[in-house]
């Protein structure tokens, strides 16, 4: 057998109300139906309903108030005879033979059934529970009376707009106040719908102001959650960017010379076994040469270490010309050894690593000349090749050039690649040399 429990619960869910509130209104339309039992039964000493009575129009009978009784001598006069006690009159009848007052019954349960759809339909739910009260103006009682304030209070907190629900607050305590003559608590008539309605709607929007400031705390903590992942996940595609500028500068210079050297060392091997061993020592070297500046990337990724040496600079050229040239490439190079900071010295090595990567892929065998120098407040890095002598290499992927327009870009530089006007290619970089 089916609880009643799940009954409800089955039912709330088939209203599209909660639980909670459908069984609140079922206990108070209970509760209800029970007083109205009570009251409009036999017995004087029955539970009395709020007090709404208009004179004249009221449903309800009045009962005679009860007579004071007088006194009773504790003994009869000399020459009296004993008169018999006088009690209060017995209470009347009910016109209707004390049956259950339909009115009654009605408000409370239009009452209580408005509560279960306080949050569904909170300003609804108050315009019937009150409404049912207006037109039948008799018979609220306590547990009417007490779902009249909770559908109150919910079309306040539960309602679109917080304005318009005290509009409606106030019109009804106009209105009740228009109506009725008494009224519980007692107070004059005019003023206990204020007292209780208002201080209901007040503590609602109380609380709703509370819950809404909960809610935009909620969600400000949620926007800047969001806003400090994306930082972070902008810092760590920046972090990935510049790990892939120094990767493709390392591997890309010394894996050239590498390719380049094996080719050439496989077609003199028979012939000239001498040159083919040179060509594998220039292997040798430039695999070292890599190792030791993957190395040196992946320490700069790892903790503090003492161990870790400094970034290359223009100090290291002739050993990257020496490179070069020892894979087949005929590199001149002239500069006028000028000091500049060290992020444009780091800047200009790769511009002529990049530059004479190129140079070997594209070009293997070209003439390639490097220049750098001073002009003016900036340093002018210019790789140049011939036209290709040899086979070119298969076409890049183009990170080189934009991983240098990148470099250049925080220093404030330019960078230049394009044909040449003898049909080779040129690479030039402007660096302002204070940045």
Known sequence: MVGVPTVLRRLAARLGVPAADLALAVALVLAGFGWAVTVSGEGGDAPAPVRLDIPGVSRMEERPAIPDIPPVPDRPRVGEEPRAPIGPPLLPERADGGGLDDGMLLVNLIAGAAVAVRRRWPMRAFAVAVGGVFVLQDGLLWPGFLAVLICAYSAVAYGRSVRRAGVLLAVAAVISASLFSQSIPQMPGWASPFAVLLP???????????????????????????????????????????????????????????????????????????LAAGALSAIEDSGRAAMAELRHLLGLMAPADDRLHPQPGLRELDTLVDAVRAAGQPVTLRHDGADVPEGVDLTAYRVVQEGLTNALRH???????????RDGADLLVEVSNEAAAGEPGGPGAGRGLLGLRERLRLHDGTLHAGAAPDGGFLLTARIPAAS
Do not use: C, N, Y
Not at 363 to 373: K, Q, Y
């Open 200 to 274: 209901a709607g007040l503590f609602a929007a109380a609380l709703r102001s509370a819950r809404e400031r909960a809610d935009a705390a909620a969600r400000r903590a949620a926007a800047l959650e969001q806003e400090q992942a994306a930082t972070a996940r902008a810092a760590m595609a920046e972090e990935r960017a510049r790990i892939a500028r120094e990767l493709h500068d390392v591997v890309s210079h010394h894996v050239s010379v590498m390719v380049v050297q094996a080719g050439a060392a496989g077609k003199v091997i028979d012939q000239r076994p001498d």
């Open 363 to 373: 070009a293997p065998g070209a003439a390639t000349a490097v220049h750098i120098r």
